[in-house]
């Protein structure tokens, strides 16, 4: 079993709360005593002297809750087997030295992870997913007829289980649903349907 079918097995249940979207041991080649110097885009300053343990983290930006309500550092673990396998491979591309065919495949892997792990980066894929998602539920769901009628043979028996199986921070549309539905339901009891 390799590194990463290890990985695999088990779910990983501790880990760091600041985690590093530019991994630190790249951080570590910039310095000089140390430290290094950064801009802050946002304050539009330079900072003199900052420790690379310090820069290009955010709280649990990885950790994710699975469906036991556990804390999860997953993506951490792999990011961090990842970073051991770059590491001397970024020493040998620093020295000059020429790269074999699995360093070049860990190393490709260490650059695509790189883009697609910062802030930026995974803001957009939840915007994008939360879009996809929309666009999913207006298409499938653009009926409220349709909708009602799904949810008077599904749901409406069991009126409790309606509300407790849509989470908040789903579509518009479902909160619609469940509130026409709450009104149908009052109704068909007021007249003793």
């Given at each position: 079993?390799?590194?990463?079918?290890?990985?695999?097995?088990?779910?990983?249940?501790?880990?760091?709360?600041?985690?590093?979207?530019?991994?630190?041991?790249?951080?570590?080649?910039?310095?000089?005593?140390?430290?290094?110097?950064?801009?802050?885009?946002?304050?539009?300053?330079?900072?003199?002297?900052?420790?690379?343990?310090?820069?290009?983290?955010?709280g649990h930006l990885y950790t994710?809750e699975d469906n036991q309500d556990?804390?999860?550092?997953?993506?951490?673990?792999?990011?961090?087997?990842?970073?051991?396998?770059?590491?001397?491979?970024?020493?040998?591309?620093?020295?000059?030295?020429?790269?074999?065919?699995?360093?070049?495949?860990?190393?490709?892997?260490?650059?695509?992870?790189?883009?697609?792990?910062?802030?930026?980066?995974?803001?957009?894929?939840?915007?994008?997913?939360?879009?996809?998602?929309?666009?999913q539920t207006l298409h499938w769901?653009?009926?409220?007829?349709?909708?009602?009628?799904?949810?008077?043979?599904?749901?409406?028996?069991?009126?409790?289980?309606?509300?407790?199986?849509?989470?908040?921070?789903?579509?518009?549309?479902?909160?619609?649903?469940?509130?026409?539905?709450?009104?149908?339901?009052?109704?068909?009891?007021?007249?003793?349907?």
């Amino acid at each position: 079993m390799d590194k990463f079918e290890k990985f695999a097995f088990k779910p990983h249940l501790e880990g760091p709360k600041q985690q590093h979207y530019v991994p630190r041991f790249y951080l570590e080649g910039f310095t000089s005593e140390q430290t290094l110097s950064v801009f802050d885009r946002v304050k539009g300053e330079i900072r003199h002297r900052q420790k690379p343990e310090n820069l290009a983290t955010v709280g649990h930006l990885y950790t994710f809750e699975d469906n036991q309500d556990r804390k999860r550092f997953d993506f951490e673990v792999l990011f961090g087997l990842v970073e051991a396998a770059a590491t001397p491979i970024l020493k040998s591309l620093v020295q000059g030295e020429s790269l074999s065919p699995k360093d070049r495949e860990s190393f490709a892997l260490f650059l695509g992870l790189a883009a697609v792990r910062t802030p930026a980066a995974i803001a957009d894929a939840k915007a994008a997913h939360a879009g996809l998602v929309k666009a999913q539920t207006l298409h499938w769901y653009s009926d409220e007829n349709e909708v009602l009628e799904l949810l008077k043979k599904k749901l409406v028996p069991r009126r409790t289980r309606l509300h407790c199986a849509i989470k908040p921070g789903r579509s518009r549309r479902w909160f619609e649903a469940i509130r026409m539905t709450s009104k149908w339901t009052r109704s068909l009891h007021s007249t003793g349907r």
